[in-house]
């Protein structure tokens, strides 16, 4: 493409983001929302609150769903028993990586293997 289609191009996509920010500009619902964040934030700095410690106060729950990955652990791995109907032979993991269970899964196939979860 040369410069010259390139500048026209930038120009065409500039006029057309324009028009749209002049359009934005005049919107009501958008004039309410400006409005109430400054207010919102007047009353934030008013009484000393950041947008975090409101979000905590207006919901509890959040700080409790966010505990465990902020303190940096995992969710405890689930223990998963896999009994085999040929042997009987059972298995108990918290993970795939399991020396039986491999071999069970390259002998029998893992969605087999899998129905055998107890």
């Known amino acids: 493409m040369s410069k010259l289609a390139e500048f026209k191009a930038l120009e065409a996509q500039l006029a057309e983001q324009l028009a749209q920010l002049d359009a934005m500009k005049n919107d009501d619902g958008l004039k309410k929302?400006?409005?109430?964040?400054?207010?919102?934030?007047?009353?934030?700095a008013e009484y000393g609150f950041s947008l975090r410690e409101v979000k905590l106060i207006l919901d509890p729950q959040a700080r409790a769903a966010r505990a465990p990955a902020?303190?940096?652990?995992?969710?405890?791995?689930?223990?998963?028993?896999?009994?085999n109907p040929h042997n009987q032979e059972r298995v108990e993991t918290k993970g795939g990586n399991h020396k039986v269970l491999k071999a069970w899964k390259e002998e029998f196939g893992a969605e087999t293997v899998e129905s055998?979860?107890?």
């Open 33 to 44: 929302e400006i409005e109430f964040e400054k207010k919102i934030r007047a009353l934030l």
């Open 70 to 83: 902020a303190a940096g652990q995992r969710k405890e791995r689930q223990l998963k028993v896999y009994i």
């Open 116 to 118: 055998w979860l107890q």
